[in-house]
């Protein structure tokens, strides 16, 4: 499974500002009074048919004749059009220049737009759109290591510099202030994409473009690329192998907030539809590989899964936890204990053992994500290392969000008691944090034990009430 470093909000810490720069907009304004009549296509989100489209790449070598309203001769015309593609001024995708000044709205990345925000949405930029004048978006650079030498411009579909590769389709274009890598910071770049496609018809990209400030990135961790597979089926992930581009866009998305505004409905519609889409990617929706629900005498299964780790933040003494699962277990009528190490599972065994799962019960850690598998209304107890609670900060709540935006119960978090601080440097909590970050899990038997009881317990009433509604929701089509 992925690597899983410290794991902070989706939307936290996004460097925004407010932007003052129109090198680009100003350029175009001197000439706009041509331009305006050279707009031969659609302006809104989906005008393109297979024709338009055709008639879009005509427009856009040349071929055909941009006829000027009979107030210009072609010659004219032929001037206008070779200037204004020379004009085209790209700017870096990531702004230095605004990095340090936090105002709402923008960010660094392609810092002179501005988002467009529809409620219970994540902000996003389309193009070409009214919002960009008709304008498409071109990319320049594909640096990996600095952001500063990847650039952006608009164009005129029209006017587009000579040496631009024209790339048809929708493309989403994402910048994520983490990476995607880690589960939950990958799935915190893409719900935005799932959330708008629903708006839109349930429409698939022909290919990603990947920036993680401004510098490019050219795959996705596994889990996330099958989660993305599941959702959109197969779709490249750009990496610009033609060389320097400019590269420009028939159509494009850009997410840069990850969730950001994303309303609590739309985080829940947006997990509804990539469960349904990985279970039945992993050919468990009809039924076939899903666990009964009910024992031979109709009481309802409780199944609880032990999600263990190895290394960090894994139990000190997972046969001690296990142990106390066990009896824990073995006392009601119907409970099932799984004890599962996550790192030997692919894809599609998360989703599987999450789909048969109630109860997981799992260390702190990006394996925790695969919480999106479960039904909704199941339940997570999460366990962390001491000195996770006094300094973590609030990255480590990541998967009581996580529960909230994917319809599951958290049930609630057990810290490890932190006691006399033992770190090198106890009066600074950064560095104090990062002796403990990767520590092991203790237990508290009492504790565990009480906390298994009250969860299994509630489970129990939860699905005697539910077994029939459960029973449907299995075979429930997705939205898209
Ligand atoms: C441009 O104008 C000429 C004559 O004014 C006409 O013959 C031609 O069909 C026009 N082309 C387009 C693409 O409209
Ligand atoms: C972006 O929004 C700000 C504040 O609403 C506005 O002043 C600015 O002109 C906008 N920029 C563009 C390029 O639309
Ligand atoms: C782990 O727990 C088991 C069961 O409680 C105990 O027998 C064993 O000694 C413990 N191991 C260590 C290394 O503490
Ligand atoms: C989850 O629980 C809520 C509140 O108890 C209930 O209204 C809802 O129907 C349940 N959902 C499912 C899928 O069981
Ligand atoms: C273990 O948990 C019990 C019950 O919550 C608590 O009373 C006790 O103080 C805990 N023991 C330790 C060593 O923290």
Known sequence: MDTDEGLEACTKKRSSFHSTIVIVTSTFLLLFPVVIHLQTYPLRLFGYSTSASRAFFYTWRGLAAINVTGQSSSSDTIIWTSKLRESITFLPLKDLRVARTAMEGNTWFMSSLNDTYEENEAEYLYFPSEASRGRILCIKGRDTH?????????????????????????????????????????LCAMAPFVGWSIENECIRPSRWVLFHWGEMRFKMGSWLEHLMEANFGQVKVESFEGGDGPYCFEKAVVMRHNEGKMGKQKKLQVSDLLRCKARRFCGIANGAEREAEVNERGEPIIRLTLFMRRGSRSFKNATAVTDIFTRECAKVDGCHLNVVQSEELNFCDQVRVMTNTDIVASPHGAQLTNMLFMDKNSSVMEFFPKGWLELAGIGQFAHHWMADQSGVNHQGAWWEPLGEKECPTP????????????GKVG??????????????????????????VSKQSSIASCIC
């Open 146 to 186: 600095d952001g500063t030498k990847n650039s952006y411009a608009l164009a005129w579909p029209e006017t587009i510099p000579d040496s631009a590769t024209l790339m048809e389709g929708l493309t989403f274009v994402s910048d994520t202030y983490y990476d995607y890598v880690n589960l939950w910071h990958g």
């Open 427 to 438: 009066q600074h909590d950064l560095e104090c944090f990062s002796f403990y970050k990767d």
């Open 443 to 468: 237990h508290n038997e009492t504790h565990f034990a009480d906390w298994a009881r009250e969860v299994i317990g509630q489970t129990k009433i939860r699905k005697t009430g539910n077994v029939m």
